[in-house]
């Protein structure tokens, strides 16, 4: 790796706009996000958090800007950015006609990792459902969906995870293990990136983070200033979203 791709961040993103018709959702963000950080996105509802994951995943294509994400530029190639990250999409669920199994061993074959179904081994155990890997995706409640979800971003250890809204649909055990998860994964060298509006999180697990309003970034900084300036991320969110209303 040269020096110029040290330097540069795992993700970098430049200038970025999305325009659904008359909706601008993410309008003109820039953004540099260093290796080994575990970065929140955060906003109210609406805000432009998951067209923002999309546009980093190359699963939607900029209105103007520009992004790389591990030195490959999303619009000239998002199938190798893709290939390379882990995603966790907002609400997604794995194919109703396969079951847990199946489409771990599918995830394998598309990703090409090697003992797919041993890896699931560990997931099953850790995520505490051994007991649904041969039940169709379709009969799983959605916290079981999403620790299935969590699984196939995970089990190629990838060096760079985007996970939108990681706890929606966790009990507080699952939310205490998967926090210590990521943590753990970022401890190690890896980079983290997730969107969310529970602010709690990312006070506790984050180490950077950016709060998005109405598409327009109001702020980036680090958890570790707030705590330094004693204040909290909720109070700060609200006076920064109250003063982009207005102004
Ligand atoms: N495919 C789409 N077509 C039209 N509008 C969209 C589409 N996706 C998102 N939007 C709009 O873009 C804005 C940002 O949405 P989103 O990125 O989902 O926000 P968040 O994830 O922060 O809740 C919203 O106003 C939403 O209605
Ligand atoms: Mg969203």
């Known amino acids: 790796m040269s020096l110029m ?23 003109n963000i820039s953004l540099s996000i260093r290796q080994g950080e575990l970065f929140g996105l955060l906003g109210p509802n609406g805000s432009g958090k998951t067209t923002m994951i999309k546009l980093l995943t190359g699963q939607l294509r900029p209105t103007a800007g520009s992004a790389t994400v591990l030195g490959l530029d999303v619009k000239k190639d998002p199938v190798g950015v893709r290939e390379r990250v882990g995603i966790i999409p907002e609400q997604e669920t794995p194919p109703s006609f396969l ?4 489409y771990l ?4 074959e598309v990703r ?5 179904l041993k890896k699931a ?29 969590f699984t196939q971003a995970f089990i190629h250890k990838p060096t760079l995870a985007l996970i939108d809204e990681p706890l929606i649909n966790f009990d507080p055990i699952m939310q205490r293990k998967v926090k210590d998860y990521l943590t753990e994964y970022v ?18 697990i984050c180490s950077g983070f950016a709060i ?9 900084g680090t958890v570790a200033e707030l705590k330094e300036r ?12 109250e003063k982009g209303t207005h102004g």
């Not at 090409?112 to 797919?116: A, E, K, L, R, T």
């Not at 998005?212 to 980036?220: A, N, R, S, W, Y």
């Not at 004693?230 to 979203?241: G, K, Y």
Request: hydrophobic share 40%; proline share 1%; with cysteine.
């Open 212 to 220: 998005l309003h109405k598409g327009t970034l109001l702020h980036t």
């Open 112 to 116: 090409h990792i090697p003992d797919v």
């Open 5 to 27: 791709e040290m330097k540069q961040g795992v993700i970098e993103a430049q200038g970025l706009v999305k325009q659904f018709g008359d909706v601008i959702a993410v309008n």
């Open 121 to 149: 081994d560990w997931w099953f155990d850790y995520l505490d459902f051994n007991d649904k890997r041969d039940v169709l995706c379709k009969d799983l409640s959605r916290g079981t969906r999403q620790k299935l979800m």
């Open 230 to 241: 004693d204040q909290h991320l909720d109070d700060f969110f609200l006076s920064l979203v």
């Open 105 to 108: 061993d599918f995830v394998g």
């Open 187 to 204: 401890r190690c060298g890896n980079t983290i990136f997730i969107s969310t509006h529970i602010l709690e999180i990312a006070e506790e």
């Open 99 to 102: 079951t847990a199994t199946e």
